[in-house]
């Protein structure tokens, strides 16, 4: 049974590699969130700071199936959607 949206995204996502590319490797980046925040002109944060984000997780089921088996769509739309500012979510503003 898939657990219900929370109410604060998570805090943080990790990323491991699985196998790796024959290249060597991949080009994975990081960013701090906080601080691409802090770096916008203050126009940008009064523009920003009013909007909301949907965080969906049904919706990012199309990313990589874009026709999903009806009983793996209905799991996921049972997680539900959840509308978080698109800023400040734990008392400091970030870029989410």
């Known amino acids: 049974m898939p657990k219900p949206m929370p109410r604060v995204p998570i805090l943080a996502s990790l990323l491991?590699?699985?196998?790796?590319?024959?290249?060597?490797?991949?080009?994975?980046e990081f960013c701090n969130t906080y601080a691409a925040y802090d770096d916008l002109s203050h126009e940008v944060k009064l523009q920003i700071d009013k909007l909301h984000v949907m965080h969906s997780a049904w919706n990012t089921l199309f990313y990589y199936d874009p026709e999903p088996r009806v009983d793996l769509l209905r799991n996921m739309m049972r997680i539900g959607d959840r509308e978080l500012p698109s800023?400040?979510?734990?008392?400091?503003?970030?870029?989410w």
Not at 87 to 95: E, H, L, N
Request: glycine share 18%; charged share 20%; net charge positive.
């Open 87 to 95: 800023t400040a979510i734990r008392g400091r503003s970030a870029i």
């Open 16 to 28: 491991s590699m699985r196998v790796l590319p024959s290249t060597g490797g991949g080009d994975t």
